[in-house]
């Protein structure tokens, strides 16, 4: 996945995550649509067994 990002790599895993936002912003391959929508999760439990809300970006396929 992380092949085609510029870099070696490292800035990814070292550094801050703002070098990583950036690039998947500005990612030609998968459009970025929307960032920190409000979902429903499939996969984790709020309160009382009801799904919990995440923030997640939303990029077109």
Do not use: P, Y
């Not at 895993?13 to 960032?35: A, M, P």
Request: hydrophobic share 40%; net charge positive.
């Amino acid at each position: 996945m992380a092949s085609h990002l510029a870099g070696s790599g490292d800035e990814l895993r070292c550094g801050s995550g703002k070098v990583l936002r950036s690039l998947l912003r500005d990612c030609r391959r998968h459009k970025c649509l929307e960032t920190n929508v409000a979902v429903n999760s499939a996969i984790r439990q709020g309160t009382m067994g009801a799904a919990a809300t995440v923030k997640c970006w939303v990029f077109k396929a």
